[in-house]
C-alpha cells in the first residue's frame, strides 16, 4: 500500500498540526486512518462560554465541530440530554435535567399537568414520561429522550399562568405555575384522572392559596363549574 499525507485546510489554529493521513489501497481508493481534533481543553473553554444546556449548532457556531463534539461525549466531559442537546458533564446535577432538556427542544412550550403537579409538590405520583404543553397551531417535537408526552392547548390562552423557573446552575425551563396547574387539572381530569385532580386541590389549599386567581383561571379555561363545586365539597 502506498501512504500519502493530504494537509487538511480551515483547521482551527488551536488544532493539533497533525493532518490527515490517507491510504490507497490497491484499487486506487482513498480513506483516512487518522483525524486531527481540536484539544480538549480548548474545546471545553469554548463550551463553558455557551449557555448552561446548549444545541449543537451553537457549538459548531462556536467553532467545535461534530466530532470533537462526539469525542467529548464519549469520554464522559460531555452529556447528551437529547438529540443534538448537550451539557458539560461538570455542569450537571440538577434535579430537572429533562425539563430543562425538554424545553430546549420546545423552547414556546411548557411542562404541564402531572409532571407539573409533581413539581409543585401537588401529587405523591412520579411520572414516567415528561407532560409537554404547546400551544395550538405550532410545531409538534418529537422528542423521543427523555420520554415526552405533547399534549395541545389553546393558543390564545396559553401564556396563562406559563412561567419560567431558574435554576442554581443557570439552566432553565418554563412550567405552568401553581394556580393554572390545578385548574389543567380539572380541566383534562380525563387525562390526569379525578382523584388526581381532587387530590391536587385538596393539597393546593393547604399551600397558601390565591383562590381569586383560581377562580380567574378556571373561567377563562371554561372549567368553573366543576373546580368550583370540588371547592365547596372540601371547604364545606
Known sequence: ??????????????????????????????????????????????????DPVFRSKQAIAAGVSWRDLYRLRDSGELLELSRGLYQLA???????????????????????????????DLSEEIPAEVHLAVPEGSHRPRIDYPPTRIHVF???????????????????????DRERTVVDAFRLRHL??????????????????????VAELAQTLRVWTPLSNALNVLQG
Not at 490527515?20 to 481540536?38: A, D, E, L, Q
Open 154 to 176: 389553546r393558543a390564545e390562552t396559553f401564556e396563562d399562568g406559563r412561567t419560567v423557573v431558574a435554576l442554581e446552575r443557570g439552566e432553565t425551563f418554563w412550567i405552568s
Open 192 to 213: 390526569v384522572g379525578e382523584d388526581l385532580a381532587h387530590g391536587a386541590l385538596r393539597r393546593y389549599l393547604g399551600s397558601r392559596p390565591k383562590l381569586a386567581r
Open 90 to 120: 461538570d455542569k450537571a446535577g440538577t434535579g430537572y435535567i429533562d425539563f430543562v432538556a425538554v424545553c430546549a427542544r420546545a423552547p414556546h412550550g411548557m411542562i404541564c399537568l402531572n409532571s407539573a403537579l409533581a413539581y409543585w
Open 1 to 50: 500500500m502506498l501512504f500519502r499525507r493530504i494537509g487538511m485546510r480551515g483547521l482551527c489554529k488551536y488544532a493539533r498540526r497533525a493532518a490527515v493521513v490517507c491510504m490507497k489501497s490497491s484499487r486506487g481508493s482513498t480513506y483516512p486512518c487518522r483525524i486531527s481534533y481540536m484539544p480538549a481543553d480548548v474545546a471545553l473553554d469554548r463550551l463553558r462560554r455557551l
